[in-house]
């Protein structure tokens, strides 16, 4: 058993448990990804596993889950909504280094400075932000361009121990998730062609920049090479220009 496969388990149960999940087609090849790496004794198998989703109101929910070894273990875990609903992304970046853990759990908002939004979506999770908040304190130093797409809510934090991560950011996460689903339950369809403009835009935005940054390029290109690695950015981790370029 991995550092993060409970939380992936806990997902998927609980997805299955309260939405009509459909499949999401993983392109071929990018399932299940493994390279040998490191040399001599030091030699470690990494393996990315890709799993996904559709469901109503959501148009892909999806885990990137890299392992290797105690001191390299990812799940990256990403919930985007159909272009029609107002909801936030669901963003969780779980990540263990050898120079520790690297924790970022979030409603993302598609808009950060409105205050309707912030009452509608950020509000609501700011008691169980606060609840977590003394044991998994800020982590500092993050990168200010990415400022923009995270919520007062944004759990950020760098523990040292394994315990912390088992223990209080495995409930934050369960937590987090479980308010996001009260949040889909709610959403109603956007039909306002001015406000359904708005919501593409701040899809594209946030894709953009998080295709374009994504922080686990350099790894994905030493592991498993850049072919790989871009086909697996654009065509699977953060797809919604080319799903919209398919149909247009
Ligand atoms: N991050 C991803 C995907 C990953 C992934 C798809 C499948 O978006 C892993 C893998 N994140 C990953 C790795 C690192 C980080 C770091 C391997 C460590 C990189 C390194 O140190 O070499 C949140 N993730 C980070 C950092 C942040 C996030 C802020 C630190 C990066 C830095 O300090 O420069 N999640 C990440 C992020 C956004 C988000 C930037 C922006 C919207 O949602």
Known sequence: ???????????????????????????PGFESKSALVGK??????VLTTSTAFAAPKLRQIRAAHVQGGNSLQVLNFV??????????????DLVTLPGGHLIALDMQPLFRDDPA???????????????????LPWGGDFPEEARPFFSP??????????????THVFAAFKDYLQAYLNFVDQAQPVTDSHA????????LR???YRAEKDPARGMFTRFYGPEWTEEYIHGFLFDLERKLAAVN
Request: charged letters at 20%; hydrophobic letters at 35%; proline letters at 10%.
């Open 196 to 203: 359904l403009a708005d919501i593409e835009q701040a899809h």
């Open 79 to 92: 919930i985007f909504p159909q272009l029609n609903y107002d909801l936030p992304f669901f963003g969780a």
């Open 153 to 166: 809510a944004f759990l950020w934090t760098r523990p040292q121990e394994n315990e912390a991560v088992e």
């Open 1 to 27: 058993m991995t550092l993060y496969q409970p939380f992936l388990d806990y997902a998927i149960a609980t997805l299955r448990d309260r939405l009509d999940l459909q499949p999401y087609p993983i392109p």
């Open 206 to 208: 946030y894709l953009r």
């Open 117 to 135: 939004y912030q009452a509608k979506y950020t509000q609501p999770i700011l008691p169980i932000f606060e609840e977590y908040q003394s044991h």
């Open 40 to 45: 001599g004794r030091h030699q470690e198998e």
